[in-house]
Nanobody
Framework: VQLQASGGGLVQAGGYLRLSCAPS????????MAWFRQAPGKEREFVSA????????YYTDAVKGRFTISRDTAKNTAYLQMNSLRPEDTAVYYC?????????????????WGQGTLVTVSS
């Protein structure tokens, strides 16, 4: 399955962006879609994940209350709405997918990755 991520860009602190991730094949129950990010010189870190069938969402503490993950099963697309952006949110954001029932924060469990989209938040 190929993942196509889009929606990154340059925004001022306090602004918002919406990232999208569309898989090349229709997702069914059991899939989990996640967003990770990697800032220059830092390790890839978990941002958020959503179960495809039930829509249960998970977030890292740093983005709780600011980011919202969702999925549209009819469009077979996942979204990451990012509000109140901060300079420390600057990173390349990657969407990833896998058949997962737990441990959503572990990037090595995801076998499918999008190409990454750059988010830059200026102060």
């Amino acid at each position: 399955v190929q993942l196509q991520a889009s929606g990154g860009g340059l925004v001022q602190a306090g602004g918002y962006l919406r990232l999208s991730c569309a898989p090349s094949a229709r997702f069914v129950g059991g899939h989990t879609m996640a967003w990770f990010r990697q800032a220059p010189g830092k390790e890839r870190e978990f941002v958020s994940a959503i179960t495809w069938s039930g829509g249960t969402a998970y977030y890292t503490d740093a983005v709780k209350g600011r980011f919202t993950i969702s999925r549209d099963t009819a469009k077979n697309t996942a979204y990451l709405q990012m509000n109140s952006l901060r300079p420390e949110d600057t990173a390349v954001y990657y969407c990833a997918s896998a058949f997962l029932m737990s441990d959503y924060k572990d990037y090595w469990r995801y076998g499918n990755w999008g190409q990454g989209t750059l988010v830059t938040v200026s102060s």
